[in-house]
């Protein structure tokens, strides 16, 4: 049984900042590279950043470039997401994302919201 576990989510004034985790279980991490989504209601899924296996090679969307960083500790089985300098435009519900399982698996999300 693949399971993704997100934390981190909570309420941050614009301009601050924001630490998500993924616990993964059920699934070799290592073998695995990762992904950060994020969505707003009414709005696709966004892919937000991606990270290989030995979390050498990472990719963002251009929307976050610079702000947020992605990482892993292959040691605890865990997906990072360093969210800096947010804004409002960041407010969405954060998912990780396997593509280990029957069509890859989601964690269950963590809402961050953005707001003064």
């Known amino acids: 049984q693949v399971q993704l576990v997100e934390s981190g989510g909570g309420l941050v004034q614009p301009g601050g900042s924001l630490r998500l985790s993924c616990v993964a279980s059920?699934?070799?991490?290592?073998?695995?590279?990762m992904k950060w989504y994020r969505q707003v209601p009414g709005k696709e899924r966004e892919l937000v950043a991606t990270i290989d296996m030995a979390g050498v090679f990472t990719t963002y969307a251009n929307s976050v470039k610079g702000r947020f960083a992605i990482s892993r500790d292959n040691t605890k089985n865990t997906l990072y997401l360093q969210m800096n300098s947010l804004n409002v435009e960041d407010t969405a519900v954060y998912y990780c994302?396997?593509?280990?399982?029957?069509?890859?698996?989601w964690g269950q999300g963590t809402q961050v919201t953005v707001s003064s």
């Open positions: 994302y396997t593509s280990a399982g029957r069509g890859g698996v």
């Open positions: 059920g699934i070799t991490f290592s073998s695995y590279s």
